[in-house]
């Protein structure tokens, strides 16, 4: 694999390192050299060291129907009474991020929500929606996707993405005060990447 199709696999990785991180998720409001600026979810100002060795990953819409049994999805969701988990998010990941970020692990899109990282089993239309049966290395989930639930792709991206306005969700490293970002995915012409 070429160096730039790594970084970007590292770059989209769920998977935690030893440290938990900080994930921002906001609009820019000011970008300059080094330095940008968001609006957080929160409504709290945030500013930020952006690296130029942080690569930048393009979050573009895509179709349900690239959801199809063999594909390696990202998906935020809440459990549901009956143990299966309710979509809130879906992420397509490009054929050779296959295996990024793999399991499932708690998150923070809401309270109570978790990511799944896996493959696609089997899929299933319902009155639900669809019904996805996903297998990872560790156990397998079942999640059911209601229709109009976001889905995404990812491609590499660059720091022109970065404009005010622009919606984005960044993992950082937080040293007392200090954020610095380590992975961030920006989303063109107003889309806010769900994850």
């Not at 050299?33 to 930020?48: A, C, F, H, N, W």
């Not at 942080?54 to 573009?60: A, Q």
Request: charged fraction near 20%; include cysteine; proline fraction near 8%.
């Amino acid at each position: 694999m070429c160096r730039p199709l790594l970084v970007f696999c590292l770059l989209v990785c769920g998977a935690v390192a030893a440290q938990e991180p900080v994930r921002l998720r906001g609009t820019v409001q000011q970008f300059t050299d080094q330095t940008l600026v968001i609006l957080e979810r929160s409504g709290k100002v945030v500013t930020m060291d952006l690296p130029q060795e942080t690569g930048i990953v393009e979050v573009i819409p895509t179709d349900i129907t690239t959801v199809q049994p063999g594909a390696y999805i990202g998906t935020a969701a809440v459990p549901r009474p009956d143990g299966k988990l309710v979509s809130l998010e879906l992420v397509v990941f490009p054929e050779f991020a296959r295996g990024t970020g793999e399991g499932h692990f708690p998150w923070d899109l809401q309270p109570e929500s978790s990511m799944t990282n896996a493959t696609v089993a089997e899929l299933a239309r319902s009155s639900d929606g669809r019904t996805l049966s996903l297998r990872y290395k560790d156990g397998e989930k079942t999640v059911v996707v209601p229709d109009g639930v976001p889905v995404v792709t990812l491609r590499p991206g660059n720091r022109q993405l970065i404009v005010p306005g622009a919606k984005l969700f960044a993992v950082v490293d937080q040293q007392d005060d200090r954020y610095i970002v380590r992975r961030l995915l920006v989303g063109r012409n107003g889309l806010q990447p769900p994850m």
